[in-house]
């Protein structure tokens, strides 16, 4: 076995560029040459923040040689990653895990915060392949929608682009799942792709299971080795790592989990309630 394959071939980076997406959310740019693993929509990277850590990333732009990784300062991490600056370096490792698929016709894409990261690309292969795209932009307020000024100047006759808020500032004022509902009414899918809040999309989950739509979901678990190595993001009662079976995992899939929505575990392995 080719251990530094394994390892999602480890190199060291530097950060070219840094853009303000929100009044807290970053999206770092970095260049390599040695993209020598494909990357499909859904996929994660693991990063190496020098001195404090390393944590999955979802992956918000792979293009040519330049990546991106957009990122909220939740925590320790994620905080030192958002501080950094162009030229400054990080390593980094992948991408891992298991993607979204690809043959939508008429999709609905749900993200949730943060969750708009992974689902970026997503959005833009579903356009390239000529499929109908609603995406729906979740945050609590009008200023933390990401990625919202970028696609409401995207000109594409097949990208219908929807909002909604908690507090009504912009969009549909309430919960995403209950803007889904009105979304629901108007116009009918093939797929509902997710990623955000476990507990918005354990409620789209239960909104959608016993229709016709394929559903499929992105979850985020605390990872070590983001390789199938330390076992630490394996989910009740199925087993399935997040970082080899995952984080996409399917309506189907997910109807097996004890835990979706449920509960997740922290860095100990001790379950925590949503």
Avoid at 38 to 55: A, K, N, S, T, Y
Avoid at 96 to 104: D, E, H, N, P, V
Avoid at 105 to 120: D, E, F, Q, T, W
Avoid at 163 to 171: A, H, Q, R
Wanted: glycine share 10%; proline share 4%; net charge neutral.
């Amino acid at each position: 076995m080719n251990m530094d394959i394994l390892m999602g071939t480890p190199m060291s980076v530097r950060i070219s560029e840094v853009v303000r997406e929100t009044e807290s959310v970053r999206t770092l740019f970095f260049r390599t040459k040695r993209l020598d693993r494909e990357f499909v929509p859904g996929r994660f990277i693991m990063i190496w923040i020098p001195g404090v850590d390393e944590i999955p990333m979802g992956v918000s732009l792979w293009k040519q040689n330049k990546i991106g990784v957009t990122v909220n300062p939740i925590g320790e991490a994620t905080k030192a990653l958002c501080s950094l600056e162009s030229n400054d370096w990080i390593g980094i490792r992948g991408p891992f895990g298991s993607s979204f698929t690809l043959s939508s016709k008429n999709s609905l894409v749900v993200g949730g915060g943060i969750g708009m990261a992974p689902l970026r690309p997503l959005i833009y292969s579903l356009l390239e392949a000529g499929a109908e795209v609603t995406v729906l932009i979740a945050a609590k307020t009008k200023q933390e929608l990401i990625f919202f000024k970028e696609l409401s100047k995207l000109s594409h006759k097949k990208l219908h682009l929807k909002t909604s808020t908690d507090d009504g500032s912009e969009g549909f004022a309430g919960l995403a799942t209950d803007a889904v509902r009105e979304i629901l009414r108007e116009r009918e899918f093939d797929t509902v792709y997710t990623c955000g809040p476990e507990l918005m999309m354990h409620s789209l989950y239960e909104l959608t299971r016993d229709s016709r739509m394929s559903f499929q979901a992105s979850l985020e678990r605390f990872m070590k080795c983001g390789c199938g190595i330390c076992g630490t993001c394996a989910l009740d009662s199925t087993g399935s790592l997040v970082c080899v079976d995952g984080p996409v995992y399917t309506g189907e899939y997910l109807s097996k989990m004890t835990e979706f929505g449920r509960y997740h575990r922290d860095a100990l392995g001790v379950k925590k309630k949503f």
